[in-house]
């Protein structure tokens, strides 16, 4: 590996970590709140709500995460612009967030969904019968089982949503491997597999951080449960 | 490659959805002065031409070419965006952008889709031969294989052009879907597989210090003029665009900024090789 290439290329990728985690931070932190909104309705019993969401999640399951991001980066201004709301100067940073929530919270949804039918729903009774009320319920009883048994799907999708930011660039949000790709096209592809292989690394050290992170939630939760 | 197909899916999705909006995006953001701002994507992976620099800044001489019209417009004021390829294409298409650049020939697809400038710049293509070569243009290479082009690639409608032009001469152009990098079509010149490098002078020499081996630059064999790329509704900026390009080539503002980017006078040039329009 040319040493030279180390010393310059290596510091610009690393200073494009931050944005890279906003990237999978903030559509991470939205779709679980709107996956939990999306699993409610999807497991409850409103039929046009159910209906309606499940066209929705249909959508985004079904194609493919680029097109998604396309449009939201050239549809959202206009669909705004006919309610006089311009969001056209946003940073093209803005609409991948906004893209990848969308997405992120439908397998978010479907992850949980799973999680919550696979709760023994003698759980939920026996919650009933010491008093709780509903809220009470759902943050004692329902949401923690859900989640330990959501966890290990959860913890898939997390690490897709971390890889998939480095298609951001497309859209000209930098990040990782868009400054990857920008450093190579203007040394005329000199160092191309050297740049993307450092670029693979940080990917992978990131990675393995987040398996870590879930490895030690799922402990946590089963701190309870009988170990096997 | 699989990315490229996804964006053309997406463009047509994209473009389909939104022709039923109708065309309300001409959000002529009018501020006070009465000035219009322009709205302007710059292709990020084509240096010397267009390009982000690391800082993510657009630069590069078609950049120096706009701000020498913005100085001239003063009705408008251009606002610049560095763009991927296929992302800054749809935009311009679909109206996010109003206009693009980054060393686009003018092709008739091109034509079809997008409103085009007059030429604002010349692109003179060479070949790059291993040295002690007997090549010295294409009539040479009859019978002879270039490096693979990318379809989408402005060098694959000239070369194609060039070969309309004289039936006579027989180049076998091999199509790939994804560009390899310049070292690596020169090294496969180098070592015997393919004849010749279709590409200019001034990226050969981008790369030639890390090449670890020399290898000849012929003459100029052919050249194209550069444009730039309107959405359909923007008839009055390429009114007025044009018009500023004719008279910043006639009073020597353009040959003089090819000069200090590419050290000769491209449209001078242009005249000697038959290809300048105005």
């Known amino acids: 590996m040319p040493t030279d290439l180390l010393q310059s290329v290596l510091p610009g990728l690393l200073r494009q970590v931050p944005t890279t985690l906003l990237y999978w931070f903030a559509p991470s932190a939205i779709a679980l709140l709107l996956g939990t909104l999306l699993c409610i ?74 999680g919550y039918l696979g709760v023994d729903h003698g759980q939920i009774e026996a919650g009933k019968s010491i008093g709780f009320g509903r809220f009470q319920n759902f943050f004692r009883v329902i949401a923690p089982q859900t989640l330990q048994v959501s966890i290990l799907n959860l913890k898939n999708l997390e690490i897709d949503v971390l890889k998939d930011t480095s298609v951001a660039y497309t859209i000209g949000a930098m990040e990782i491997l868009g400054y990857a790709n920008r450093v190579i096209s203007n040394q005329f592809g000199v160092g191309q597999l050297w740049i993307l292989g450092l670029a693979a690394i940080i990917y992978f050290i990131l990675c393995a951080l987040l398996e870590l992170g879930f490895t030690a939630a799922s402990h946590h939760m089963e701190r309870h449960g009988r170990r096997s | 490659m699989k990315k490229r197909i996804v964006a053309a899916i997406a463009s047509v999705l994209v473009i389909g959805s939104l022709s039923a909006c109708g065309s309300g995006s001409a959000q002529g953001n009018t501020n006070s002065g009465g000035v219009k701002t322009i709205k302007i994507a710059l292709e990020s992976q084509d240096p010397p031409y267009s390009y982000a620099d690391n800082n993510g800044k657009p630069a590069g001489f078609d950049l120096a070419v706009l701000k020498e019209l913005d100085k001239k417009l003063p009705q408008y004021s251009f606002e610049y965006s560095v763009q991927d390829y296929e992302t800054a294409l749809v935009g311009v298409k679909q109206g996010k952008y109003d206009a693009l650049i980054g060393a686009f020939f003018k092709t008739k697809a091109r034509a079809e889709q997008y409103l085009l400038s007059t030429p604002y710049n010349y692109y003179f293509m060479n070949l790059i031969v291993p040295e002690g070569s007997p090549i ?77 081996y020399k290898m000849k630059v012929t003459g100029i064999v052919d050249g194209a003029g550069t444009v730039v790329l309107y959405n359909k509704e923007q008839k009055d900026l390429q009114g007025a665009i044009d018009k500023q390009i004719d008279s910043l080539i006639s ?19 242009a005249k000697k090789l038959d290809v300048f329009q105005s």
Request: proline share 5%; aromatic share 14%.
């Open chain 2, 136 to 212: 010295n243009s294409l009539k040479d290479m009859n019978g002879k294989t270039l490096d693979p082009i990318v379809p989408t690639d402005g060098r694959y409608l000239a070369i194609h052009d060039w070969l309309k032009r004289n039936p006579k001469v027989k180049i076998t152009v091999p199509e790939v879907s994804n560009q390899s990098t310049f070292q690596d079509m020169f090294n496969s010149v180098h070592d015997g597989t393919y004849d010749a490098v279709y590409l200019s002078k001034a990226q050969y020499e981008g790369v030639a210090s890390t090449l670890g």
């Open chain 1, 41 to 114: 309705v999807r497991v409850g019993k409103h039929r046009a709500l159910y209906w309606a969401c499940t066209v929705f999640i249909s959508f985004f399951r079904g194609t493919p995460g680029i097109v998604q991001i396309y449009i939201i980066f050239f549809g959202l201004p206009k669909l705004l612009w006919i309610v006089h709301v311009d969001i056209d100067g946003w940073p093209a940073g803005a609409y991948f967030i906004i893209a990848t929530s969308l997405n992120l919270s439908c397998f978010v949804c479907e992850v949980l969904k799973g």
């Open chain 2, 251 to 269: 009073d020597g503002t353009l040959p003089k900024l090819t000069q200090k980017w590419f050290k000769q006078d491209n449209f001078a040039l």
